[in-house]
Nanobody
Framework: QVQLQESGPGLVKPSQTLSLICTVS??????????WNWIRQPPGKGLEWIGN???????NYNPSLKSRTSISRDTSNNQVSLQLSSVTPEDTAVYYC?????????????WGQGTQVTVSS
């Protein structure tokens, strides 16, 4: 069973870059048709998709966050990283890593437990 674990600083100052890592166990991030997603949920709001990186290394981003977002992968350590630059308090949220399988239909497969990130001076 594939398991995902998010890690990173819980507190980031405004204007700095938020950096998170998703460590995947029980399966390879290069497995065909798998996409590794970052999703967040601000307090009192719904889920917001940030972007993903696919099994071949291609990336896709939410247009509203694209200019500040970078998602990369480390296949040797089976990790996916998120960097969100120029953060503001509005970026405070629980950040999730989740896998999606893209076959004839897209299906969410596994989710991490999430990690709280607070943007504050």
């Amino acid at each position: 069973q594939v398991q995902l674990q998010e890690s990173g600083p819980g507190l980031v100052k405004p204007s700095q870059t938020l950096s998170l890592i998703c460590t995947v166990s029980g399966g390879s991030i290069a497995t065909n048709y798998y996409y590794w997603n970052w999703i967040r949920q601000p307090p009192g709001k719904g889920l917001e998709w940030i972007g993903n990186i696919g099994y071949s290394g291609t990336t896709n981003y939410n247009p509203s966050l694209k200019s500040r977002t970078s998602i990369s992968r480390d296949t040797s350590n089976n990790q996916v990283s998120l960097q969100l630059s120029s953060v503001t308090p509005e970026d405070t949220a629980v950040y999730y890593c989740a896998s999606l399988i893209a076959l004839t239909t897209n299906q969410w497969a596994s989710w991490g437990q999430g990690t709280q990130v607070t943007v504050s001076s």
